[in-house]
């Protein structure tokens, strides 16, 4: 089966740096990739996909970066804002997701 | 569109207790999921549904049962509560298809079984 690992579970970075968090993966023939944002007390919210076919998406303000040869993925979020504080996960798979464990981003002023 | 919808938002149960999480989802998505999530992990899928009279199980479905009888509605029974089910409980639901898979999840059960 799959598994999904984070690299850090914290992140702290100061408002207006570009944040990046990383995910590994174990199954090379996965084909579907998923950033999900969790806040305190919410379920969890949907950033950005990206499909096997492709090495990068970019969307507002995030970009995912997807590296098969190694299972990597990542997340870029640019000029990070504290509204961007949360828990962030990545998700493998296209209906029965696995997630990793999740990193949590916190933003100083 | 409400989009997806729990209840209750927290519940207190006693070992060996019954009882059913309610999710519904008014945007007609022919997916629906269940998942658990504990501290420290990411979500685990406990059940899930591809359309109304079809389920299966996910990763962690022991002690859960699953029914779909409409496309709106995605009850989970705890079928005998035990203290290891104490965790947050998240439905989803998505169109299913490809190239517009995004999940919605609702607001999460947050569920003590003493």
């Known amino acids: 089966g799959e598994s999904v690992g984070l690299h850090l579970p914290t992140l702290s970075v100061q408002e207006g740096d570009n944040s990046i968090i990383n995910c590994a993966y174990s199954n090379s023939a996965s084909d579907y990739f998923i950033w999900y944002k969790q806040e305190s007390g919410k379920g969890p919210q949907f950033i950005i996909d990206i499909r096997s076919n492709m090495d990068k998406r970019q969307g507002q303000r995030v970009t995912v970066l997807l590296n098969k040869t190694v299972k990597h993925l990542s997340l870029q979020i640019a000029a990070t804002q504290p509204g961007d504080s949360a828990v962030y996960f990545c998700a493998v798979g296209f209906q029965k997701l696995v997630f990793g464990t999740g990193t949590r981003l916190l933003v100083s002023p | ?114």
């Not at chain 2, 989803?92 to 059960?109: H, K, L, M, R």
């Open chain 2, 1 to 114: 569109n409400a989009g997806v919808t729990q209840t209750p938002k927290f519940q207190v149960l006693k070992t060996g207790q019954s009882m059913t999480l309610q999710c519904a989802q008014d945007m007609n998505h022919e997916y629906m999921s269940w998942y658990r999530q504990d501290p420290g992990m990411g979500l685990r899928l406990i059940h899930y549904s591809v359309g109304a009279g079809i389920t299966d199980q996910g990763e962690v479905p022991n002690g859960y049962n699953v029914s779909r009888s409409t496309t709106e509605d995605f009850p989970l029974r705890l079928l005998s509560a035990a203290p290891s089910q104490t965790s947050v409980y998240f439905c989803a639901s998505s169109t299913g298809t490809v190239g517009n898979n995004e999940q919605f999840f609702g607001p999460g059960t947050r569920l003590t079984v003493l």
